[in-house]
């Protein structure tokens, strides 16, 4: 059985920093590339960023440009998401999801962390 | 970068119903739009993928149709566990665009 579990999430302060992590588990995780998608109340589902199976194809939101770095051990089966500079509307439950193809994405899904940013 | 719109923005509709929910999108994405549940307090589920094929274990009664800017999703009879909030994807080269979603509701 696929499971994604993230973890990671809190309260920061705006500014601050944040290390998402997502422990996947269930399939051959250096198989499939990865997404990070949030959803906040502003703006609903929003995809975040994606990596390749091998780390070498990296594409960004232009929300998360320059302030969120994404990464992949396949050695230790996980995702993570490295988020600076941090704003109120980071605010949001932050999955991890298998991004199976182009064709069909976001196959299997974690059941989200979440991320506060207030002062 | 490619819009997506979805309407209705929420519905009501009752056991049995057919339902259908719409979603545009601003430029020719083929055949690259898929569909997702999300059942309250749960992450997103993949329905639909490639505008009408059936994710593995997904209900018949769940039918994708359209091409090129204009899609559909179709529930040919509601069930409890499908009041949710519905939501297209365009997967055509990043971003990836989600629809702002449609809330079928208890009429």
């Known amino acids: 059985e696929v499971q994604l579990v993230e973890s990671g999430g809190g309260l920061i302060q705006p500014g601050g920093s944040l290390r998402l992590s997502c422990a996947a588990s269930g399939y051959t995780f250096s198989d499939f590339g990865m997404s990070w998608v949030r959803q906040t109340p502003g703006k609903g589902l929003e995809w975040i960023s994606y990596i390749s199976l091998n780390s070498d194809v990296i594409y960004y939101a232009d929300s998360a440009k320059g302030r969120f770095t994404i990464s992949r051990d396949n050695a230790r089966n996980s995702l993570y998401l490295q988020m600076n500079s941090l704003r109120d509307d980071d605010t949001g439950l932050y999955y991890c999801?298998?991004?199976?193809?182009?064709?069909?994405?976001?196959?299997?899904w974690g059941q989200g962390t979440l991320v506060t940013v207030s002062s | 970068d490619i819009q997506m719109t979805q309407s209705p923005s929420s519905l009501s509709a009752s056991i049995g119903d057919r339902v259908t929910i719409t979603c545009r999108a601003s430029?020719?994405?083929?055949?690259?739009l898929s569909w997702y549940r999300q059942k309250p307090g749960k992450a997103p589920e993949l329905l639909i993928y490639?505008?009408?094929r059936l994710q593995i274990g997904v209900p018949s009664r769940f039918s994708g149709g359209g091409s090129g800017t204009d899609f559909t999703l179709t529930i040919s009879s509601l069930q409890p566990e499908d009041f949710a909030t519905y939501y297209c994807l365009k997967s055509y080269s990043p971003p990836r665009t989600f629809g702002q979603g449609t809330k079928v509701e208890v009429k």
């Open positions: 490639a505008i009408s």
């Open positions: 999801a298998r991004d199976y193809s182009t064709s069909a994405p976001f196959d299997f």
């Open positions: 430029q020719d994405i083929g055949r690259f």
